[in-house]
């Protein structure tokens, strides 16, 4: 990956996209290969990036202040301190009104948008996030990954995102790699190959660019490699 970037893992379920994952989190140690972050070894370190799990795992008895403040309370920052810098990044995220709710009264976006927020402050330039839009209806999820694809930008993040949605993967990425059966024995461990979508600067809207042939190049590229 390149700094800036966003860049989505796609492969079908059961590929092992997850346990990548964990690899590059330094929650697994792989049998083969090394994690290189900007040239140094991390492989089984966690620690050196920011990892948002599928689910949001808001806690139920924290309010919205609580659950986004939690990574700098555990690093040992002051109560006020943490509930600060949360709510600066809340009010960015158009959450400040919510600060004081609970996880339950929030709809799935705003959850989602608190999960992130979470995991921003934990402090990592480099995000991986895992199918962070698959648990929310079509309308939720493309409001929301145009809103993720622009806070990203704007906070200076590169994300490694995995997916099983060739649509998402080409609406998102920078470039995308897709997991292909390794041998014809229907292993599935290897990257079948690497898409660099066209993006249309003028068609910046998900239901135009859907519609335009270099997005279904795109699409149609992922799915024969799949």
């Given at each position: 990956?390149?700094e800036?970037?966003?860049?989505?893992?796609?492969?079908?379920s059961g590929?092992?996209?997850?346990t990548?994952?964990?690899?590059?989190?330094?929650?697994?140690?792989p049998?083969?290969?090394?994690?290189?972050?900007?040239?140094?070894?991390?492989t089984?370190?966690?620690g050196?990036?920011s990892y948002?799990?599928?689910?949001?795992?808001l806690?139920p008895?924290?309010r919205?202040?609580?659950?986004?403040?939690l990574?700098l309370?555990?690093?040992?920052?002051?109560?006020?301190?943490?509930?600060?810098?949360?709510l600066t990044?809340?009010?960015?995220?158009?959450?400040?009104s919510?600060?004081?709710?609970?996880?339950?009264?929030?709809?799935g976006?705003?959850?989602q948008?608190?999960?992130?927020?979470?995991?921003?402050?934990?402090?990592?330039?480099?995000?991986?996030?895992d199918?962070?839009?698959?648990?929310?209806?079509?309308?939720?999820r493309a409001?929301l990954?145009?809103?993720?694809k622009?806070?990203?930008?704007?906070l200076g993040?590169?994300?490694?995102?995995i997916t099983?949605d060739p649509d998402?993967?080409?609406l998102l990425?920078?470039?995308i790699?897709?997991?292909?059966?390794?041998?014809g024995?229907g292993?599935?461990?290897?990257?079948?190959?690497?898409?660099?979508?066209?993006h249309?600067?003028?068609?910046?809207?998900?239901?135009?660019?859907?519609l335009?042939?270099?997005?279904?190049?795109?699409?149609?590229?992922?799915?024969?490699?799949?």
């Amino acid at each position: 990956m390149r700094e800036g970037e966003l860049v989505c893992l796609v492969g079908k379920s059961g590929m092992g996209k997850t346990t990548i994952l964990h690899a590059l989190a330094g929650l697994l140690v792989p049998r083969e290969g090394q994690v290189l972050l900007r040239g140094k070894d991390i492989t089984g370190k966690p620690g050196h990036v920011s990892y948002m799990l599928q689910k949001d795992l808001l806690l139920p008895n924290l309010r919205v202040i609580d659950n986004a403040a939690l990574p700098l309370m555990l690093a040992g920052t002051p109560k006020d301190e943490a509930h600060a810098q949360a709510l600066t990044l809340l009010e960015h995220f158009g959450l400040s009104s919510m600060a004081d709710a609970w996880p339950a009264q929030l709809s799935g976006g705003m959850r989602q948008r608190v999960a992130f927020a979470r995991t921003y402050l934990q402090g990592n330039s480099l995000i991986l996030l895992d199918e962070p839009f698959s648990a929310l209806d079509a309308i939720t999820r493309a409001d929301l990954r145009s809103w993720f694809k622009e806070t990203m930008s704007e906070l200076g993040l590169s994300t490694l995102m995995i997916t099983h949605d060739p649509d998402e993967a080409t609406l998102l990425a920078d470039r995308i790699y897709v997991l292909g059966k390794s041998n014809g024995s229907g292993v599935y461990s290897k990257i079948a190959g690497e898409i660099t979508p066209k993006h249309i600067t003028a068609a910046n809207q998900e239901s135009d660019y859907s519609l335009t042939p270099e997005f279904l190049e795109a699409k149609s590229a992922i799915l024969t490699l799949l």
